[in-house]
């Protein structure tokens, strides 16, 4: 079998800055690199100018351009979105089509992986994104009929994973792969409450079990209540086939690792009235707004990666004060010139490790 590819998605709005590489065919700002290089030692992906994800998780991102005609005040809740790769895909998707007009809720229920996913989703930028870390079954109960869209990219049995996660072929098994059937369904019935009578569920796995794709859509659309969206054969010459109700990207014939989506719109009604999303307790946003007014101060590559490192620069020629660092006119974060040397305020938490 083929090594795994690497793919970076590029930011629209921060110019397409970034990597060169061979455009993926489902995404218009997917990339598949020749090579992986050192993401950490590139400070365009520190500034949010690209995200790196798996070119077959952009399909995901592809259907939903394709099916929903977004609305000014369109809701979409991106269910399990940790770390953020079709939470940012969405976000752009939107945004291009919107502006702000929209409302696009990251959930993450494990609380450590929702932290890596408001630090992606800050990084990226889009201050219409809000992420939560509830439970499916409480986003059901306290948000009825509130959302457009759901995108549920669940956990599964994960053998589209097997060629770049080895310890993931050691854990799969046959009982494995019923658990986590019963757990999608547990999941998708949970949630269901929130989506509004005709809405768009985009269902998603990275794994080829017919228990755990298209069984599972067809369970849902006859037991929730929805109408299966059939799919279209449009890359096959790529490597995507069509399976009972979805589409399947398998490692190996195509150049990402794998992955099956489905598509279901919502005929059963809802009952209740949403509350606010603040009701899903949001996490604090870590999406840096800076000032438009704050000097700007050019950096080199080697002082980029010294800011981003939280060293100590020294810019002789800069304005005293306040100034917005930037690499490639892309803004890394704030600094304050004090002459003799400048205070480093590029936030801890995002600070490079590794030595620069």
């Not at 997917?30 to 030692?41: M, Q, S």
């Not at 752009?92 to 229920?109: Q, W």
């Not at 755990?212 to 006859?222: K, P, Q, R, V």
Request: charged share 25%; hydrophobic share 40%.
């Amino acid at each position: 079998m083929q090594e795994s590819s690497t793919a970076i998605r590029l930011n629209p709005f921060k110019g397409c800055d970034g990597p060169e590489g061979v455009p993926v065919p489902w995404s218009p700002y997917g990339r598949i690199l020749k090579e992986r290089p050192n993401f950490t030692l590139d400070p365009l992906f520190h500034a949010g100018c690209y995200y790196v994800q798996d070119s077959s998780a952009m399909f995901v991102g592809y259907l939903f351009r394709k099916l929903v005609s977004p609305f000014n005040g369109i809701k979409v809740l991106d269910l399990c979105a940790a770390p953020g790769g079709k939470t940012t895909d969405i976000a752009a998707s939107l945004r291009e089509v919107v502006g702000d007009a929209f409302e696009l809720t990251a959930n993450e229920v494990i609380r450590h992986r929702a932290n890596v996913l408001a630090d992606n989703v800050g990084v990226w930028g889009d201050r219409c994104v809000t992420v939560t870390s509830a439970d499916p079954a409480v986003i059901g109960r306290e948000m009825p009929g509130y959302y457009d869209v759901i995108v549920a990219d669940v956990p599964c049995s994960g053998e589209g994973m097997f060629r770049k996660d080895p310890r993931a072929a050691k854990e799969w098994s046959p009982e494995l792969v019923s658990l986590c059937a019963s757990r999608q369904r547990r999941i998708l019935a949970d949630v269901w409450p929130a989506l509004r009578e005709g809405g768009l569920l985009i269902y998603s796995t990275c794994t080829y079990e017919q228990a755990e794709n298209d069984d599972n859509l067809l369970w849902a659309a006859e037991t929730l209540g929805g109408d299966i969206i059939p799919a279209e054969d449009e890359f096959g010459t790529y490597g995507v086939e069509l399976t009972g109700s979805g589409s399947l990207l398998k490692a190996g014939r195509v150049p990402g690792e794998g992955q099956w989506a489905g598509t279901l719109r919502k005929t059963s009604s809802v009952a209740g009235k949403a509350r606010s999303i603040a009701a899903l307790h949001p996490l604090e946003s870590r999406i840096q707004v800076f000032d438009e007014s704050v000097p700007r101060v050019e950096l080199d590559l080697q002082q980029a990666l010294r800011y981003l490192h939280r060293d100590s620069l020294f810019l002789p020629d800069a304005p005293l004060g306040m100034l917005l660092a930037c690499y490639r006119s892309h803004p890394l974060g704030l600094l304050k010139n004090l002459g003799s040397r400048c205070n480093n305020l590029y936030p801890k938490g995002r600070r490079i490790l590794m030595d620069v």
